[in-house]
T-cell receptor
Framework: NAGVTQTPKFQVLKTGQSMTLQCAQDMNHNSMYWYRQDPGMGLRLIYYSASEGTTDKGEVPNGYNVSRLNKREFSLRLESAAPSQTSVYFC???????????FGPGTRLTVT | GQSLEQPSEVTAVEGAIVQINCTYQTSGFYGLSWYQQHDGGAPTFLSYNALDGLEETGRFSSFLSRSDSYGYLLLQELQMKDSASYFCAVRSFSGGYNKLIFGAGTRLAVHP
């Protein structure tokens, strides 16, 4: 079992560029989440998907969109990157909504 | 609003015991989780308390008092590898959905 995988691991974007962060889990979990973590801070929820076919906004959704492609995959898209989106992005999944969450290794994104 | 407070830093020596406190303010409280994160790594789940009392898992224990909106993580027989950031996270229902709100984290430094 690979658990939760994320691609890419690192990315540098210029302001205004777009990109999609990919996430997949092989634990047959229903719920998936995208968080961002800024230096010295906790994780803030961007979007989540309680089950296949549903997505909902979290605490900081502005500037992002998501797609729950199937039960395994949950992608995060930045349509027009801004320097304020420089952060580490973590994808997570859980069997029950918000119970024990399993995190991917993260994507370190820099927007210049 | 919702908020969590935990100390920003704690220092201890190998073999000692350390307690990391977390106080929270939230509506629709379900439970309190603890996650560990090493530098450059992903958060990993440590424990979850839904009911008052102490939960023990090896060297780590977690406590919850719902009436006091307070919990703590107790780490015993500290080892160098316990140097990491520890996040408390409240599971709650508010704003129309279940969510996990993370504290800003406590950085634990274990010295020889």
């Amino acid at each position: 079992n690979a658990g939760v995988t994320q691609t890419p691991k690192f990315q540098v974007l210029k302001t205004g560029q777009s990109m999609t962060l990919q996430c997949a889990q092989d634990m047959n979990h229903n719920s998936m989440y995208w968080y961002r973590q800024d230096p010295g801070m906790g994780l803030r929820l961007i979007y989540y998907s309680a089950s296949e076919g549903t997505t909902d906004k979290g605490e900081v959704p502005n500037g992002y969109n998501v797609s729950r492609l199937n039960k395994r995959e949950f992608s995060l898209r930045l349509e027009s990157a801004a320097p304020s989106q420089t952060s580490v992005y973590f994808c997570a999944s859980s069997e029950a909504e918000n119970y024990e969450q399993y995190f991917g290794p993260g994507t370190r994104l820099t927007v210049t | 609003g919702q908020s969590l407070e935990q100390p920003s830093e704690v220092t201890a020596v190998e073999g000692a015991i350390v307690q990391i406190n977390c106080t929270y303010q939230t509506s629709g409280f379900y439970g309190l989780s603890w996650y560990q994160q090493h530098d450059g790594g992903a958060p990993t789940f440590l424990s979850y308390n839904a009911l008052d009392g102490l939960e023990e898992t090896g060297r780590f224990s977690s406590f919850l008092s719902r009436s006091d909106s307070y919990g703590y993580l107790l780490l015993q027989e500290l080892q160098m590898k316990d140097s990491a950031s520890y996040f408390c996270a409240v599971r709650s229902f508010s704003g129309g959905y279940n969510k996990l709100i993370f504290g800003a984290g406590t950085r634990l430094a274990v010295h020889p």
